[in-house]
C-alpha cells in the first residue's frame, strides 16, 4: 500500500466542465449512488424506497437537506449535467426528496441521484474501499499509486469530467 502525503478533500485537476467565470460549483461525482428512485416523480422531486441505513457505504436512499447531486439513468448514464440541492425530504409511504433547480425531465422509476463531491478520496483507506466496490480485486489496489487510484476512481465514477 502506498501512503498518502497530503490529504485530497477537492480534486487536483482542472475539470473541463466548469466555464471560467461564474462557475463556483463542483461537479465531481463522488461514490456510489445514494438514492434509487422507485417511483415516477417531477421535475423537482424524486420518489423511493424509505431510507435503509444498513445497506451500503452510505445506506440505501439515505439523504440530507443541503445535499447536492446529480441525475443518472438506472443504466448509470447522466441525464443532465445539472447540479442539484436537496431542499426537503418527506417521509410517510415512500421518501420523496425535492430538490431545486428543476431538471428537464420528470424523474422516473430506477433513475439514480450520486452525491457530488471528492468523499470518496478524502483518505488512501477510503480509496481502497471504493476501487474494491468497483470491482477492483484487493490484490490490484494493492499495486496502484495514491495518483492511480484518484484517476481509475475519476474514470471510474465521473468520466464526463475527462
Do not use: C, W
Not at 66 to 95: M, N
Amino acid at each position: 500500500m502506498t501512503h498518502q502525503l497530503t490529504a485530497t478533500m477537492a480534486p487536483e485537476y482542472v475539470d473541463k466542465r466548469r466555464s471560467y467565470r461564474n462557475d463556483f460549483e463542483s461537479r465531481v461525482v463522488g461514490g456510489p449512488v445514494a438514492f434509487t428512485t422507485n417511483a415516477g416523480g417531477t421535475t423537482t422531486t424524486a420518489v423511493g424506497a424509505n431510507a435503509d441505513p444498513t445497506t451500503g457505504v452510505i445506506g440505501t436512499n439515505v439523504m440530507r437537506q443541503g445535499d447536492e447531486f446529480k441525475l443518472f439513468s438506472a443504466a448509470g448514464v447522466l441525464k443532465e449535467e445539472t447540479v442539484f440541492r436537496v431542499t426537503a425530504i418527506a417521509v410517510a409511504g415512500s421518501t420523496t426528496v425535492t430538490f431545486t433547480p428543476a431538471a428537464a425531465v420528470a424523474t422516473i422509476s430506477t433513475d439514480t441521484l450520486r452525491l457530488i463531491g471528492g468523499m470518496n478520496q478524502y483518505s488512501s483507506a477510503e480509496m481502497d474501499r471504493r476501487l474494491v466496490q468497483l470491482g477492483f480485486t484487493a490484490a490490484r489496489v494493492a499495486t496502484l499509486t495514491e495518483n492511480d487510484k484518484q484517476m481509475q476512481i475519476r474514470i471510474s465514477d465521473d468520466s464526463g469530467s475527462l
